[in-house]
């Protein structure tokens, strides 16, 4: 029985007042929330306020990107070594962001989940097709890639989350139907059951994309979309936890 989970990224926002106060507002709502889980990602400059602040609540941390090396000569990279000594349980990898504007390939999605796995960290892959590519009718194409390479030789795969965020939908205000997210859910969780059998069932699939409290039931609904990874409405605790009232319980 797969369960629910909840993901705030809060991508470049939030200096370390905004981010403490953010966090505490969030982890007083969550404490009403149990069966599932829930994260914030935090910019890498609050992550150690996020950290101290929600200490002993039910809500866990996670980092927006890494490197797949523990440590070197790798100026302004962080290593998956120091978030896990800075409390984080959780990273971000692959967000498109990061393949757009700082050209990651799926070649390195597949080491930085590779990496994350043997530290201990909880890779959350992020796949998706642009809008060019889903009017060309290669969506499919695009995700299987994605997913194939991004899980390259992975065989942890219970502990890893997947994101299916359609670039389209990021920021935009025009979320994915409850169908067309759900068709490219299933499609995902084929593409695992091909690579690892029935532990596809196991596997969260989370929905990415213009997310909101009120959009987020009818996703939820559906059988193969496990939680959500949320940006903008991550971004006022009372948005954020009300997508979470209509999450929880539900899986
Ligand atoms: P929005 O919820 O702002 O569309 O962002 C989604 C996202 O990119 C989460 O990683």
Same mark, same amino acid.
């Given at each position: ?19 403490? %106060? ?11 929330? /149990? ?19 929600? /200490? ?60 994350? &796995?043997?530290?201990? &960290? ?28 991004? &899980? ?26 409850? %169908? ?8 995902i969780r084929g593409i695992l059951k091909d690579l690892y059998g029935s532990t596809a069932n196991d596997i969260r699939i989370l929905y990415g994309g213009s997310v ?28 954020? &936890? ?7 319980? /539900?899986?």
């Amino acid at each position: 029985m797969r369960k629910w989970i909840v993901a705030g990224n809060w991508k470049m926002h939030n200096n370390i007042a905004e981010s403490i %106060a953010l966090a505490k507002a969030i982890k007083e709502g969550a404490s009403d929330f /149990k069966g599932g889980t829930i994260v914030l990602a935090p910019p890498f400059t609050a992550l150690f306020s996020v950290s101290e602040a929600i /200490k002993g609540s039910n809500v866990l941390l996670a980092a927006q990107n890494m490197y797949y090396e523990d440590k070197g000569a790798f100026t302004g990279e962080i290593s998956p070594v120091m978030l896990k000594d800075i409390g984080c349980s959780y990273v971000i990898i692959g967000h498109s962001e990061r393949r757009k504007y700082f050209h990651e390939q799926d070649n390195d999605v597949n080491l930085k989940v590779k990496k994350a &796995l043997t530290v201990g &960290l909880t890779p959350i892959m992020c796949v998706g097709e642009t809008d060019e590519e889903r009017e060309k009718g290669v969506t499919q194409d695009v995700v299987d890639k994605q997913v194939r390479q991004g &899980l390259s030789s992975v065989d942890k795969i219970d502990d890893v989350v997947i994101a299916y965020e359609p670039v389209w939908a990021i920021g935009t205000g025009k979320v994915a139907t409850p %169908a067309q997210a759900q068709d490219v859910h299933a499609f995902i969780r084929g593409i695992l059951k091909d690579l690892y059998g029935s532990t596809a069932n196991d596997i969260r699939i989370l929905y990415g994309g213009s997310v909101t409290k009120d959009n987020i039931g009818d996703l939820i609904a559906m059988e193969d979309i496990d939680g959500a990874l949320v940006g903008g409405a991550s971004l006022k605790a009372d948005g954020f &936890l009300g997508i979470i009232e209509n999450i929880s319980g /539900k899986k």
